[in-house]
């Protein structure tokens, strides 16, 4: 331990410090990308069911 520089401690510990951001990062995020792709499949379901009332329109006129 004594052998180490303290310069090597510094880049030691912002390591340690940059990984425990990234897996709070990546566990917040989590929530977040759930909501919008509960969002999206909304939306999507809401496209389909309009295209379906335009098929049936466009197949009731031909």
């Keep these: ?3 180490i520089p ?3 401690w510094i880049a030691i510990v912002a390591i340690i ?3 425990m951001v990234m897996i709070f990062g990546k ?4 929530s977040k990308y759930a909501d919008r792709d509960e969002e ?4 999507i379901d809401s496209l389909r069911r ?3 009332d335009l098929e049936a329109q466009l ?3 031909g």
């Design 6 to 8: 303290w310069f090597a």
């Design 59 to 61: 197949y009731r006129r």
């Design 1 to 3: 331990m004594e052998m």
């Design 17 to 19: 410090v940059w990984g």
């Design 27 to 30: 566990s917040s995020n989590m």
């Design 50 to 52: 309009r295209i379906e």
């Design 40 to 43: 999206w499949q909304r939306d």
